[in-house]
């Protein structure tokens, strides 16, 4: 469904990665991993069509995505390593806009059970700003509960801030969305089920790609 061909990436006059090349089918589940610094967000942003790739090119369903822009957005929901939520609004209005922005408008009554998925119902009407870190980050995640639609997520550091029982929460529903057809990039500096369960991994160190 996605492919990367020959991608490269440099900042300034360093080089993160080049000539990386894969191939994500349905239900397949990518770890994108290597050191900080390596370009594993670069990479992420490249592969949802928010950054220019410096060599490549990324295709979705064998179209290239820069030729299929909103419809490629339709398919695919990117989650950055930040929660992305503006202070002044509350979890639920965070929840409804990001879903308006993604062009997946949520339904009054869905935003309320998404937000309960991810254990937050009760933040609904507090502003971001009031959250801990977790709570953000697990407002954030409840976007995921309201995207089963989409074939492809995009997922940058989407642990972090979560506590253990969480992580589990967070790597089965990851872990059933897969199985239902749908297709996942992430990266993670933590050992657990999801990392294990993946059925490729790419090294940005080397640049190479494993079956898993």
Request: net charge neutral.
């Amino acid at each position: 469904m996605l492919e990367a061909r020959q991608l490269g990436c440099t900042r300034g006059e360093r080089t993160l990665f080049g000539d990386v090349s894969f191939t994500l089918e349905a239900r397949g589940l990518l770890h994108v991993a290597g050191a900080n610094g390596s370009g594993k967000t670069s990479l992420l942003r490249i592969l949802c069509g928010l950054g220019a790739a410096d060599g490549g090119e990324v295709c979705w369903r064998g179209e290239p995505i820069r030729e299929l822009r909103e419809a490629y957005w339709r398919d695919m929901v990117y989650l950055g390593h930040a929660h992305a939520l503006k202070d002044d609004l509350t979890a639920a209005e965070n929840l409804r806009v990001a879903c308006e922005i993604a062009g997946r408008p949520a339904a009054h009554d869905a935003i309320q059970p998404a937000l309960a998925q991810f254990g937050v119902a009760h933040c609904a009407q507090l502003p971001a700003r009031a959250l801990s870190q977790g709570q953000k980050r697990r407002s954030a995640l409840a976007r995921l509960a309201l995207s089963r639609q989409a074939r492809l997520w995009i997922l940058d550091e989407p642990f972090s801030a979560l506590d253990v029982a969480a992580v589990s929460q967070l790597e089965n529903f990851i872990l059933d969305y897969v199985e239902q057809g749908g297709s996942v990039i992430f990266t993670t500096h933590q050992d657990g089920a999801i990392a294990a369960r993946a059925t490729q991994k790419l090294d940005l160190d080397t640049a190479q790609v494993a079956a898993c």
